[in-house]
C-alpha cells in the first residue's frame, strides 16, 4: 500500500514538473522556415590547414562565401562570393563575385541579351592584410603552378554598346583581354583579343589563343622569371580547338585546324612543342599511316599528357561522310519517313536523341613521345 502511495505522489509531482513541457505546443514549418535553410558548399582547407572556406547557398537569393582562420580565430565573410580556392602558400584567396540575383533574374525576364546582362566580378583576398582587389567584368581565373607566384584572369568581352566593342566586326569583338598578375607585388601584364587559355598545375606555364583580324595565333607564356616571357608557338587562318600543358610547365600539344560547323570531326593536325624549342614539330596528321583507313586527328575527345608526361592521348575518328546531294524538292514538299524494327535495341525517339552523339563519337589513340610512334 505504501509503495502504491509512493508511486503515485511520484508521478504527480513528475506530472508537475513536465506540465510547462507537456503542454507547449510544437509549431509547423512553414515555407518561411525553408526558406531561411543554407545548404553549406564548396568546402575547402588550405594546405597549411591553417583555414577553411566554404560556402553558404539559400533557396533563392545570393550565395555568401566564408573564409575563416582556425587559430586565432578569424572570419572574411563575402557576399556572393563564389567559386573561391587557396593559392598554394595559403596568402590569397582568389574568387568570383556573381552579380546580385535580383539584378540578374530582372534582366532575364526583361529578355535582356545575354552580352548586356550583369556579369561577374574577380576578388582577391590577401589573407595577411585581410584586404580584397576587386576587378569588374571578369569571366574565368586560373592560378598557374597552383598560384604560388601569379594569377590569370580573362576579362568579359566589350559590351555592344561600348567604346571598346570591335566596330570592324558589327560590335563584336575577337575574344576579350587576358591579364596576368604577380601576387606579391600587385604588376600586371595585359594580352589583348584572347579566346581561350591554360596553365600547368604545378609548372610555371601559360598558353593563350588569340584571334583578331590578322587570323588565329596560339602563344606560349612562360612564369619562371620576374616578368612573363611570351614566345609565339603558331599562327595562321586555322583554328586551335584545343591545347593540353603537361603538369609540370615544360610540354605544350596543340591542335590546329579549320573552323566550321558542318561537320563533327575536321582535318586537324596535331604539334608538339617544349620549353627551349624554336617551333612546334607535328606529331600525327589526319590520315596518316598509324591511324586506320585515313581517319582524322578529332577535337571530340580530350587532348592531354599522361600524369608524367611521356604519352599525349589524343582522339581519332573516320571521315564524315559526303555531303548529301542537294534535293531539287523545296523543304515544304520534301516527305521525312522514320523507320523502326521490332529488333532495334532503341526505340525511335532514344534513337534520334543519340544520333548527334553518334556524330561526335571518337576512339582513343596515343603517341609515345620517346619512340614516336602513334598507337
Excluded: C
Excluded at 154 to 160: F, G, L, S, T
Excluded at 249 to 261: A, E, I, R, Y
Excluded at 283 to 300: D, I, K, M, R, T
Excluded at 353 to 363: H, L, T, V
Amino acid at each position: 500500500m505504501r509503495r502504491s502511495v509512493a508511486a503515485a505522489l511520484l508521478l504527480a509531482a513528475l506530472g508537475l514538473i513536465a506540465s510547462p513541457v507537456a503542454h507547449a505546443q510544437p509549431q509547423p514549418l512553414t515555407h518561411d522556415d525553408y526558406d531561411r535553410w543554407e545548404e553549406i558548399e564548396a568546402q575547402s582547407i588550405s594546405d597549411d590547414g591553417a583555414w577553411v572556406l566554404y560556402r553558404t547557398s539559400p533557396p533563392k537569393g545570393d550565395d555568401t562565401l566564408q573564409v575563416k582562420r582556425v587559430a586565432p580565430r578569424r572570419t572574411h565573410t563575402i557576399p556572393r562570393g563564389e567559386r573561391a580556392r587557396f593559392t598554394a602558400d595559403a596568402q590569397f584567396v582568389p574568387f568570383m563575385i556573381a552579380p546580385p540575383h535580383d539584378s540578374t533574374r530582372q534582366a532575364r525576364l526583361d529578355d535582356v541579351p545575354p552580352p548586356k546582362r550583369p556579369k561577374p566580378d574577380l576578388g582577391l583576398l590577401n589573407l595577411s592584410s585581410g584586404d580584397t582587389v576587386r576587378v569588374d567584368r571578369v569571366q574565368s581565373y586560373k592560378l598557374p603552378n597552383g598560384g604560388t607566384d601569379w594569377i590569370a584572369y580573362h576579362h568579359e568581352p566589350p559590351r555592344p554598346d561600348s567604346s571598346d566593342a570591335d566596330e570592324e566586326n558589327g560590335g563584336t569583338p575577337d575574344g576579350a583581354p587576358l591579364t596576368l598578375r604577380r601576387l606579391d607585388s600587385g604588376e600586371t601584364w595585359h594580352y589583348e583579343h584572347v579566346t581561350d587559355y591554360a596553365v600547368a598545375e604545378k609548372g610555371p606555364l601559360l598558353t593563350y589563343t588569340a584571334a583578331d583580324t590578322n587570323g588565329h595565333s596560339l602563344h606560349a607564356v612562360r612564369l619562371d622569371g620576374a616578368a612573363p616571357q611570351a614566345t609565339t608557338l603558331h599562327s595562321g587562318e586555322q583554328t586551335y580547338p584545343q591545347t593540353a600543358l603537361d603538369d609540370a610547365g615544360t610540354q605544350v600539344v596543340f591542335l590546329n585546324g579549320p573552323d566550321s560547323t558542318d561537320v563533327s570531326h575536321h582535318d586537324n593536325t596535331l604539334y608538339y612543342w617544349t620549353t627551349g624549342d624554336a617551333a612546334p614539330t607535328v606529331l600525327v596528321q589526319s590520315g596518316a599511316a598509324a591511324l586506320p583507313n585515313e581517319w582524322l586527328v578529332s577535337e571530340q575527345a580530350d587532348l592531354s599528357f599522361s600524369a608524367d608526361g611521356p604519352r599525349v592521348f589524343f582522339g581519332t575518328a573516320p571521315p564524315p561522310p559526303a555531303p548529301v546531294k542537294t534535293d531539287s524538292l523545296l523543304e515544304e514538299e520534301q516527305v521525312e519517313v522514320d523507320v523502326w524494327h521490332w529488333q532495334d535495341p532503341y526505340l525511335k525517339p532514344m534513337q534520334k536523341e543519340r544520333a548527334e552523339g553518334k556524330k561526335e563519337q571518337s576512339y582513343r589513340a596515343v603517341h609515345f613521345l620517346e619512340a614516336d610512334r602513334t598507337l
